[in-house]
């Protein structure tokens, strides 16, 4: 009896076919199913408060239902459209049930990210390269959550914590229309939205390596970046004999290290990068041949030049006992305080200060750098040699100042005229004149040879 009243509710739930629309998809009650005229096995029900689309078929000799998303999510035309496509897979033979069961299996893109750290990022980086990945994997791209936040360095401003993951999404389904979105939502910081977009797209690499996702399917290729301005700002030779006189000052002040100080010096006497100076170990400095040889640094194996004005400089700092490294603890209250074992910790905060009383207060550490190969270039150093000393990989990294070696190379020309002048004489210059003279005019040449070799 209990059966029969079952099947009773259950008939005058399934109300008769007819042509699914917005209105009849209001209307339904819990418990109705309606069933489309137009596609055969398509209908929208509802349980409870949700109205939900599916699609049974017939695959295989088996009954199977296919949900295909809920009323508000998807419009009527779009299931419709949806249903129809799958019916239409079914009878050229797929098994769109078993498909879209392996499709749910597969890791969104929080798991792949997971892996991407443990299998790539920590074991295959630089630690400060491995260090911004996960930085950027956690406040950009990964899911957030309350941990996450607060383990991230820096608190993210409001406007960030509103903006577009990716995390939750099964990493095959990230479209480049998705992409778009999460970097447009990155737009308020420019070059980290370009740093994120980077690491994203080597996420999306790996996960084809994985096989999660088909080969050449990077939704990231063709996004475009934000413009960027290279912050570049070269110091002249004026202005580091004014750096030099503000650290001098700074120094009889004991209110920054000495060892900071001394590590910002040996900054703009080398051209090194901050922690190649930072992490400097006595081991590595060879004062005979003038050099240090690091083990690692951002491009592997480097040597480090130090002038004689580098060298006195390192003659003069203390060597503490247990303490490999040359730049070592801080000094607090008048008294320099080692910590045993381990470099210096921070040369930013000193640097900030030293730049203001400067009047550089946009100058960047990395800047000293940079004015070091610009001196280099404009006193006629080749590129190739520039980059050495740098310790460049690539002689397009150190293109970027060859508007400055130009310079000199005009400069050097010049000088190179004056010694080809001295040595042949003035009776060469005026033979190659006078003959320039006796010849037939050009009706095209209207410059003319001048006694210093010039023409005009």
């Not at 295909?68 to 035309?77: C, E, K």
């Not at 990493?171 to 980077?198: C, K, M, W």
């Amino acid at each position: 009896m209990a059966n029969s009243k079952r099947v009773k509710v259950h008939l005058e739930n399934r109300v008769r076919a007819r042509t699914i629309t917005q209105k009849i998809v209001e209307g339904l009650s819990p418990g109705q199913r309606v069933w489309d005229d137009r596609v055969r096995g398509f209908c929208v029900r509802c349980q409870g408060q949700a109205k939900a689309f599916g699609l049974q078929l017939r695959i295989h000799g088996k009954q199977r239902w296919l949900t295909l998303g809920s009323w508000g999510v998807l419009t009527v035309d779009e299931a419709r459209q949806q249903a129809r496509m799958l019916a239409g897979r079914v009878a050229a033979g797929e098994d769109v049930a078993v498909q879209r069961q392996r499709a749910k299996a597969l890791p969104t893109v929080d798991d792949v990210a997971d892996l991407f750290i443990t299998q790539h990022v920590r074991p295959k980086l630089k630690p400060r390269t491995a260090a911004e990945y996960e930085r950027l994997l956690e406040c950009c791209i990964k899911s957030s959550t309350q941990k996450q936040r607060v383990e991230t360095r820096g608190r993210p401003s409001r406007k960030r914590k509103s903006r577009s993951r990716l995390g939750q999404i099964r990493i095959d389904a990230v479209t480049g229309a998705d992409v778009v979105r999460f970097h447009a939502g990155l737009s308020e910081v420019p070059y980290e939205a370009n740093r994120a977009l980077a690491v994203l797209s080597k996420l999306m690499a790996f996960a084809e390596d994985l096989g999660v996702r088909p080969r050449g399917s990077n939704p990231c290729v063709r996004v475009k970046r934000y413009r960027e301005q290279a912050r570049e700002r070269y110091l002249t030779l004026e202005e580091f004999a004014h750096l030099s006189e503000v650290l001098e000052a700074v120094e009889r002040s004991d209110k920054v290290s000495p060892l900071a100080i001394a590590a910002i010096r040996l900054l703009i006497l080398t051209g090194a990068r901050r922690d190649e100076i930072r992490t400097l170990q006595w081991s590595y400095i060879d004062q005979e041949r003038g050099m240090a040889f690091l083990p690692d640094s951002k491009t592997g194996r480097k040597i480090i030049h130090l002038s004689g004005p580098a060298l006195d400089l390192l003659v003069r700092l203390p060597r503490i006992e247990g303490n490999p490294f040359v730049f070592t603890g801080a000094r607090p209250a008048g008294t320099i305080e080692h910590l045993p074992g381990r470099p210096i910790r921070d040369l930013q905060g000193p640097w900030e200060s030293i730049r203001a009383l400067a009047g550089f207060p946009e100058l960047r550490m990395h800047d000293l750098r940079h004015s070091y190969a610009s001196l280099l270039a404009a006193s006629g150093t080749p590129l190739l040699v520039i980059g050495k000393l740098l310790g460049h990989k690539h002689l397009a990294t150190t293109a970027r100042y060859a508007h400055l070696s130009e310079n000199s190379g005009r400069l050097a020309n010049a000088r190179l005229g004056l010694h080809f002048a001295a040595a042949f004489g003035d009776s060469f210059l005026k033979d190659r004149a006078e003959r320039r003279s006796a010849a037939p005019a050009d009706p095209g040449d209207n410059g003319r040879l001048c006694h210093d070799g010039s023409v005009s």
